[in-house]
């Protein structure tokens, strides 16, 4: 599980293993891969927000290796399904093919259009973009209110699985740094 700090607000936004697990799957590490994306979804239990299902890439989705269109009736059907499994749509997810991600233009007037456009109750949607490098340093993670990109950072990352937790102890002894690939790659995704 990685944990993000929301600013000053005093609540904190999760990410848990299996979400974490789809995002490094669909990094663009090959020249042949087109951007994806979809839909993160969060149990609400203030201050914690856990992002605990993601969605996508879909068949319908429009996607190349700059650009990625969601396919917005599987977007509302999805976003219908999971408020009846009482998980809230909180934002977006895709790819970019760059070591480190960063939003774009199109990205930044996409996520703002989105939250003017949307009946909800949050001050903003989440975004994550999923870059090329090493798992997280690589993601670019930030709340997005009507106008700005809000990036956060990360406040803690944990290493849940036995498995996990030794690959990663065996790494340091190693002399390096652990990381979210070393202990994914541990489990055998």
């Given at each position: ?9 005093g ?9 974490l ?110 870059g ?58």
């Amino acid at each position: 599980m990685i944990s993000f700090d929301i600013g000053n607000s005093g609540q904190t936004l999760t990410f848990e293993d299996g979400v974490l697990a789809h995002l490094h799957r669909h990094k663009q590490t090959r020249f042949w891969q087109r951007e994806a994306g979809g839909l993160l979804f969060a149990k609400i239990n203030l201050p914690v927000i856990s992002v605990c299902r993601i969605t996508g890439p879909r068949r319908g989705d429009r996607r190349s290796r700059y650009s990625y269109r969601p396919g917005e009736q599987a977007e509302q059907r999805e976003i219908d399904e999971m408020f009846g499994l009482d998980l809230h749509f909180v934002g977006c997810w895709h790819t970019h093919p760059e070591d480190f991600a960063t939003p774009s233009s199109l990205d930044t007037r996409n996520i703002s259009d989105c939250v003017r456009r949307s009946q909800h109750a949050l001050n903003g949607f989440v975004m994550v973009i999923v870059g090329r490098a090493q798992f997280p340093a690589s993601l670019f993670v930030s709340v997005c209110d009507r106008s700005h990109v809000h990036r956060l950072r990360i406040a803690s990352i944990s290493i849940a699985s036995p498995i996990a937790a030794r690959s990663a102890a065996e790494r340091h002894e190693r002399g390096g740094a652990a990381t979210y690939a070393d202990a994914h790659r541990s489990e055998g995704s």
